[in-house]
């Protein structure tokens, strides 16, 4: 799939729900790979502070970024809708240190998405694939997350609350899931008894029935309506008994929905789309991040993942067909089948055999595949990515002038599968093509390089 950005700028303009500032927040399109990033419009020179999980200084109420002595905090409704409806880069301006909390939810920034729409980029979205369990966990809440591996990206939220109103909740969301109507519409909840604490704390000044789901689950003494009566609006109605303050706006399980909604913008922080499950008990901004960061530490130990080989998947290309495509015969041939092809990226296999004529010759008595070869299946499978999106492929060549920065990093033995991923580093100018190849066995990187080749049309 290709990454997308807007097809134009969103603003809005809101309270913050912890400063009680007056807001005004663009969603501005961005270049491909450019991420997710918050723009400080107030402050000089509007320096950048990328949303990346390691960034991230105070999970108290909501999820707060920090570079130097920059901040801002309430970014996660934001980056969930972001997220959910597969916008891969974005600028977002603020003019304040937080995001405005406009109706609690990120309702208002999927209807501004939808309504604009996205436009499509000249590169492939990265993947991060879950290939195994992973579990974070916090033993004073005992909040636990859990990443399983799955083809496609889910959450499912449990909640539990020692409350008469709420006790145990569940949401769930995946590729069938309505976001928009589903998950957006979920907005922040906050028990009556919590908020005397909060605004001891300087939070929730901005903090409105207009903007959250407001909770009373147990009576309230004289004293501390009272001590509410002295911090809230002028003519707030204190609540005499149990249940919600504005209940004609809430949703069924509308705390697990947004439990939900913000494990998604908290997950966003982890810098690429995951394709795996995750299953969340008694989530918050804390063990999300936490989950978040041990992503980021996966992601940043590797430059790319090792691609996902399904022998009984058809290929894209056979044998037969990279005949077609290349000249090579046997025994310089080296790649077997093509599995994946996308507009600027192509990946490919070589079964290495024991009966290969080079181990004949090649450290005999302890086979070891040639390094030249290793780079020349790559090279091999780089001019695949060229020749098979010309109209007569066939009928041209590809012809390596240089090949840069080759690291052999573990040998290659009879028995092991050769998976290559070639991506262009630039868009084909004058018949030149600028390409970078890793080579794996499993999840192990074994070799590197980049090519450049001259596409030549055949005498």
Not at 39 to 68: H, M, W
Not at 139 to 168: K, M, Q, W
Not at 173 to 199: G, Q
């Amino acid at each position: 799939m290709q990454q997308q950005t807007l097809n134009e700028a969103l603003h809005f303009e809101g309270i913050g729900l912890h400063t009680g500032l007056q807001i005004t927040m663009t969603l501005q399109p961005a270049p491909v790979n450019t991420g997710y990033q918050i723009r400080r419009t107030d402050v000089e020179n509007a320096p950048l502070i990328p949303a990346l999980a390691e960034l991230v200084s105070s999970t108290d109420r909501s999820t707060v970024l920090k570079k130097g002595d920059l901040s801002v905090s309430t970014i996660e409704h934001t980056l969930s809708a972001l997220y959910a409806l597969g916008v891969d880069n974005c600028i977002i301006e603020v003019n304040a240190p937080e995001c405005p909390i406009l109706t609690g939810n990120s309702q208002p920034i999927v209807e501004a998405i939808q309504r604009v729409g996205l436009a499509e980029q000249k590169a492939e979205r990265e993947y991060y694939v879950i290939k195994k369990r992973m579990e974070v966990s916090d033993p004073d809440t005992g909040a636990r997350i859990i990443l399983l591996p799955d083809e496609e990206f889910g959450v499912d939220a449990h909640i539990s609350y020692p409350s008469p109103l709420l006790g145990n909740q569940f949401a769930s969301y995946d590729s069938h899931t309505d976001y928009a109507s589903e998950i957006a519409p979920a907005r922040s909840f906050v028990f009556v008894r919590e908020l005397l604490p909060l605004i001891q704390k300087g939070l929730i000044q901005g903090g409105q029935l207009s903007n959250a789901l407001v909770i009373n689950d147990r009576e309230l003494s004289n004293e501390e309506r009272e001590e509410l009566a002295k911090v809230l609006p002028q003519g707030t109605e204190i609540p005499t008994t149990i249940g919600f303050l504005n209940p004609n706006e809430a949703l069924s399980g509308e705390p697990a929905r947004h439990k939900l909604l913000d494990i998604i913008g908290d997950l966003a922080l982890a810098g690429k789309f995951i394709r795996g499950h995750v299953l969340a008990y008694s989530p918050g901004h804390g063990i999300n991040n936490k989950m978040a960061r041990l992503l980021r530490k996966e992601i940043k130990q590797i430059e790319a993942q090792a691609p996902v080989y399904d022998p009984d998947k058809e290929p894209i290309l056979d044998i037969n067909r990279i005949k077609e495509l290349l000249p090579h015969r046997y025994p310089f041939l080296l790649v077997d089948k093509i599995i994946e092809i996308g507009q600027d990226s192509i990946v490919g296999v070589k079964s290495v055999s024991g009966n290969e004529p080079f181990f004949v010759g090649h450290f005999p008595n302890e086979p070891v595949m040639p390094g030249v070869l290793i780079v020349e299946a790559m090279a091999q499978t780089g001019g695949l990515l060229v020749l098979s999106a010309m109209e007569e492929g066939s009928d041209f060549s590809t012809y390596f002038l240089k090949i840069n920065n080759v690291k052999f990093r573990q040998k290659v033995v009879p028995g092991d599968t050769l998976v290559f991923r070639l991506r262009m580093m630039s868009e084909i100018v004058r018949g030149i093509a600028n390409m970078r190849g890793l080579a794996y066995v499993g999840e192990k990187l074994v070799c590197e390089a980049e090519f450049m080749a001259q596409i030549v049309k055949n005498n």
